[in-house]
């Protein structure tokens, strides 16, 4: 907790009509946002941030929102997730990371829905005066390229080539390996361009925006709402068809691919296993389904139930992370695997993103299609793909080459 909390968070949610739109609320440069389809929140200011590292991050996260969100004085005349107290939160993906983790109170939130559109201003006491929702008209275009970065194309081949030759060997039966990409962002730089493009492009997925940490992910890890739980998992991807009838040859492949049903068992099965503790009974698609988006195809398996123990959206997490999707099977040695392979820090790739609000509730998605913005303007990009003992290496690199699209495209 990098802001000692003296005082009790004051939170006041009023209903207002609709916006219209969220992102042109955002800050030019350091924006809070989650997004999809139009509607979700965005956040301006920082009334309260709290940092977390190491293996006990998520669980010291849930413990110390418990304890802010039971001292706050919320006022909410809403009354829907997303209303009152909120925060936004980004976590890394490995226990060894250098990435901070954080949960971040805004001062002034502002929701949307099809429903229902408010404002909520939070106070810490400290004298801050509150900061008003105002529209602001994009700044001026801008070109970013994004290229290699540490890991180069070659060096990816060779991971990926080892990596299938442990998996044959025995020991693991999945390993999710990425590769990176680096540019640099002028500091007059409006991010709310890429944000826009990378929503309006993908509308389906959770466009987001937390501490310099942007992108847009098709994969929801876990939604909390009133003690139903649910979750979609994605493992298994093929490219688009350039028309229909090819579009469609490519999703009957995916379908009927040995390779990507297997690779999407594992990942099921890790979230079912996280998840059963939690909520005995859980509804799962009976075969997975074929998910459209804009550049690809994927398998996807939609999971939910009731609760049984009220815990948070936090709190489901340190189960949950990092699911088969994202790291492999065995978790423990797709992890080490990770490490050994991949010569970068994943940062917060492949972690969770999303928001909580006072009673728990949130929606947090699997951070991908994203890219890390540093202080200095350092644009680092992730993507990455299930190796399995049938893998062809160089089919996994264009496979990370179509899943780069979306945050290259917003860029460029």
């Known amino acids: 907790m990098t802001i000692p909390l003296t005082s009790s968070l004051v939170a006041q949610t009023v209903a207002i009509d609709d916006p219209r739109q969220l992102l042109p609320f955002a800050d030019q440069t350091s924006p809070l946002l989650w997004v999809r389809k139009g509607y979700g929140l965005v956040g301006l200011g920082e009334a309260l941030r709290l940092e977390f590292s190491g293996p006990d991050r998520f669980t010291r996260a849930a413990a110390a929102w418990r304890d802010v969100s ?6 909410d005349e809403v009354r829907r997730p997303g209303s009152g107290l909120v925060a936004f939160g980004t976590f890394a ?3 060894e990371s250098s990435a901070t983790s954080v949960l971040i109170v805004p001062r002034t939130i502002i929701g949307r829905y099809p429903d229902a559109s408010f404002i909520t201003r939070v106070s810490l006491g400290d004298g801050a005066e509150d900061v008003d929702p105002v529209t602001t008209a994009y700044g001026p275009e801008y070109r970013i390229q994004l290229t290699p970065g540490v890991q180069s194309r070659e060096g990816y081949l060779d991971s990926a080539e080892r990596a299938i030759a442990r998996i044959q060997a025995g020991g693991l039966s999945k390993v999710v390996l990425a590769r990176d990409l680096a540019g640099h962002l002028p500091a007059e730089a409006d991010r709310r361009r890429v944000l826009h493009d990378l929503a309006l492009g993908y509308p389906d997925c959770w466009t987001y925006a937390v ?12 939604r909390v709402d009133r003690g139903a739980v649910s979750a979609r998992v994605l493992a298994g991807t093929i490219s688009r068809g350039p028309d229909a009838e090819s579009d469609h040859d490519q999703a009957v492949a995916l379908m009927t691919s040995a390779k990507d049903q297997g690779e999407h068992r594992f990942a099921v099965q890790s979230v079912l296993t996280a998840l059963q503790a939690h909520s005995p009974q859980l509804r799962r698609s009976e075969v997975p389904f074929t998910l459209k988006l804009p550049n690809l195809w994927h398998l ?11 815990s948070s959206s936090l709190d489901l997490m340190d189960g949950l992370h990092p699911t088969a999707a994202v790291a492999g099977t065995p978790t423990r040695d797709a992890v080490a695997l990770i490490r050994e392979l991949e010569p970068f820090d994943r940062g917060r790739y492949a972690g969770p993103v999303g928001w909580v609000d006072a009673s728990g509730d949130g929606e947090w998605a699997v951070a991908l299609r994203c890219a890390q913005i540093a202080p200095d303007g350092d644009i680092t990009a ?3 793909c299930g190796i399995v003992a049938d893998s062809d290496a160089a089919t996994e690199l264009v496979e990370t080459k179509m899943k780069f699209r979306p945050i290259v495209e917003a860029f460029g």
């Open 300 to 310: 996807a398996t939609d999971i939910d139930g009731r609760l049984s123990d009220g």
């Open 93 to 95: 993906f490995d226990d």
């Open 211 to 222: 501490d310099g940490f942007i992108g847009s992910s098709p994969e929801t890890l876990v």
């Open 70 to 75: 039971a001292a706050a004085v919320v006022t």
């Open 382 to 384: 992730f993507a990455g």
